[in-house]
């Protein structure tokens, strides 16, 4: 006999929470009725366990969830009223391409050509399969041309970014990114590319939606 290992309530929620951005954001915030909550979840609970769940359990396993995301929220509240520069930067272009044994001989042919002084916009992210480089859209033309030889997976326009700069203790921070994403996600705002290093993320989304975005940081971030 397959001996199957037994999930509890409170792991079914976290699970049924997890999937849905909005309804962890108002167990968060705390507008959720929680009885009502509890009756709408039971039968996927129930179905999931296989087994009868009383109400009452999930109305308590609620409230303890949304504790929690409270305290992480608050916590990340408190870091992100650090933060001291948001920028916005324009006219952009997400280029992706395959991985290949000369993809990192094309990024460094790209650099060579830019002028450190110029402020162009330039970022490289290197997954297992893909390169992505978000660059100035006036060096569209130099990247077709130095990447000519690479296999092309997409080119996106008319893109813009906002850049948020964070204080360096913010990297140990849980739950930092995930505040500002959801911020978007609440707002129907669509992420194109996220680019992060150790004191910054930027936020690459469609120029048509760029003051939302910012509108919507900004007021967030000094709320």
């Keep these: 006999m397959l001996n199957f290992s037994m999930r509890t309530v409170s792991e079914e929620i ?3 929470v997890a999937a849905s951005a909005f309804l962890e954001e108002g167990l968060a915030r705390g507008i959720i009725n929680f009885s009502a909550l509890s009756r709408d979840i039971r039968p996927e609970i129930e179905a999931s366990l296989m087994k009868p769940v009383s109400e009452s359990a999930i109305l308590m396993a609620l409230k303890r969830l949304a504790k929690q995301l409270e305290g992480m929220t608050t916590r990340g509240k408190g870091l992100l009223s650090e933060i001291g520069d948001l920028t916005v930067r324009s ?13 990192l001989d094309s990024q460094r042919r790209l650099l060579t050509e830019i002028d ?8 490289f992210t290197q997954g297992v399969f893909e390169t992505t480089l978000v660059v100035s859209d006036q060096l569209c033309h130099s990247v077709n041309k130095i990447f000519s030889d690479e296999a092309e997976v997409s080119q996106l326009k008319n893109l813009s970014a906002v850049v948020i700069k ?6 140990s921070t849980p739950g930092v990114h995930y505040s500002i994403l959801k911020q978007l996600a609440w707002n129907g705002i669509h992420v194109v590319e996220i680019i992060s290093t150790y004191t910054e993320l930027t936020l690459v ?7 939302q975005a ?3 940081l900004l ?3 000094s709320g």
Excluded: C, K, M, W
């Excluded at 006219?91 to 993809?103: F, M, Q």
């Excluded at 450190?116 to 970022?123: A, C, I, K, N, Y």
């Design 91 to 103: 006219n952009l272009v997400a280029l992706t391409y395959l991985r290949s044994p000369t993809i």
């Design 166 to 171: 964070f204080p360096a203790h913010a990297v």
């Design 205 to 211: 989304v469609e120029r048509r939606q760029i003051d």
């Design 14 to 16: 976290e699970s049924i």
């Design 219 to 221: 007021g967030f971030l």
């Design 214 to 216: 910012f509108s919507v």
């Design 116 to 123: 450190d002084g110029s402020g162009q916009f330039v970022t």
